[in-house]
C-alpha cells in the first residue's frame, strides 16, 4: 500500500493527504518552482517541508516523487481517455457519451483504461495544472490559486495526520473495474460517473444508429440497405451490435451479401 523511505517511515496515502500533496504542487508551480515538466530542487524541498509541516508525516523526496510519478500515470490515462473524440465526454455533465461498442473498442486499443470506466479520476482538474508543461521562458509564475490563501494558512487546522484515518491507493495500472465504483479502499467515497452501463435492447432503431455510424459505409448504397434488410431479423441484429469493430461488421455483411443470403421474413 506504501513505499518503504529511507527514514524507515512507510508512505501510506489517505484521500486528504493525497490531495494535499496535489494542493502543495500547484502551490509550488504558482511561485515558478516547476519550469517545465518538473520541480527544481526548491521546489521538491518546500513540498516535502510542508507537507511534514502540515500533515505531520516525515515522508521523504523520493517517497513523494513516486507517488507524483503513479499519479501522473493515471492522469495521463484518464487524459487520453477523455481526449478520444469516440468517447464523447462531457465536462459539464462528468459523463461519457461514448455506447457500449465504442468503451470496448477504446478498452481493446487501451486495456488499463478499463478502471474508469466507471468513474472518474480524483482531483482531475487540479491535476490538469499540475502535469500540464508549465511555460516559463519569460520568468513570469503561473497563477494557479488566483488569489486562494496558502495551503499551510487553509489546512493547518484541519489535515493533520490521524492515525484512525483509512487509506487510499491509487489502482494498479492494468487495473480492471469490478463495480461501478472506484477501487480504493471501501472507507473512501467514490465519484462514481452519473450515466449507468450502456446496454442494449438490439432493436432495429439501435442498429441502424450504429450503421450510421460508420463512416465507411455510405447511407443509401446497396451494403446499406442489405444491413436494413438483415435488422429485420433478431439475430442478425445481435450479432451486427456485438461485433466490436466496424471493419469486423463490414467484413460479415459482406460475407452475407456474397453468398446471396435469402431476406429474413422475421
Known amino acids: 500500500m506504501g513505499s518503504q523511505g529511507t527514514n524507515g517511515v512507510k508512505a501510506q496515502w489517505t484521500l486528504d493527504n493525497h490531495e494535499l500533496f496535489i494542493e502543495l504542487c500547484l502551490e509550488q508551480i504558482s511561485k515558478g518552482n516547476k519550469p517545465g515538466s518538473h520541480f527544481t530542487s526548491k521546489g521538491w524541498r518546500n513540498i516535502v517541508d510542508s507537507f511534514h509541516s502540515i500533515a505531520g508525516l516525515k515522508y521523504d523526496r523520493i517517497q513523494l516523487k513516486n507517488h507524483w ?3 501522473k500515470k493515471h492522469w495521463k490515462i484518464w487524459n487520453d481517455l477523455v481526449s478520444d473524440e469516440r468517447m464523447k465526454w462531457d465536462p459539464q455533465r462528468r459523463n ?3 455506447d457500449e461498442l465504442e468503451w470496448d473498442e477504446y478498452l481493446q486499443e487501451n486495456p ?17 495544472i499540475v502535469f500540464a508543461p508549465t511555460e516559463n521562458s519569460s ?3 503561473v497563477n494557479c490559486f488566483t488569489g486562494a490563501e496558502p495551503v499551510s494558512q487553509k489546512r493547518k487546522h484541519n489535515s493533520y495526520y490521524s492515525p484512525d484515518e483509512k487509506y487510499f491507493q491509487l489502482d494498479p495500472i492494468d487495473a480492471k473495474p469490478e463495480s461501478e465504483h472506484f477501487s480504493y479502499d471501501n472507507a473512501v467515497e467514490p465519484i462514481p ?3 449507468a452501463p450502456f446496454k442494449f435492447s438490439y432493436s432495429i432503431e439501435e442498429c441502424i444508429k450504429c450503421l450510421d455510424s460508420m463512416v465507411e459505409i ?4 446497396e451494403l446499406y440497405l442489405f444491413a436494413l434488410d438483415l435488422f429485420l431479423k ?5 450479432i451486427f451490435l456485438n461485433l ?7 467484413a460479415w455483411l459482406e460475407r452475407l451479401q456474397s453468398n446471396g443470403l435469402p431476406l429474413p421474413l422475421s
Open 112 to 128: 488499463e483504461a478499463a478502471q474508469f470506466r466507471f468513474k472518474e479520476l480524483q482531483f482531475a482538474d487540479k491535476l490538469d
Open 139 to 141: 520568468g513570469k509564475k
Open 218 to 221: 455510405e447511407q443509401g448504397c
Open 69 to 71: 510519478g503513479l499519479t
Open 234 to 238: 433478431k439475430e442478425y441484429r445481435e
Open 193 to 195: 460517473l452519473q450515466s
Open 96 to 98: 461519457f457519451g461514448a
Open 244 to 250: 466490436k469493430k466496424s471493419r469486423v461488421r463490414i
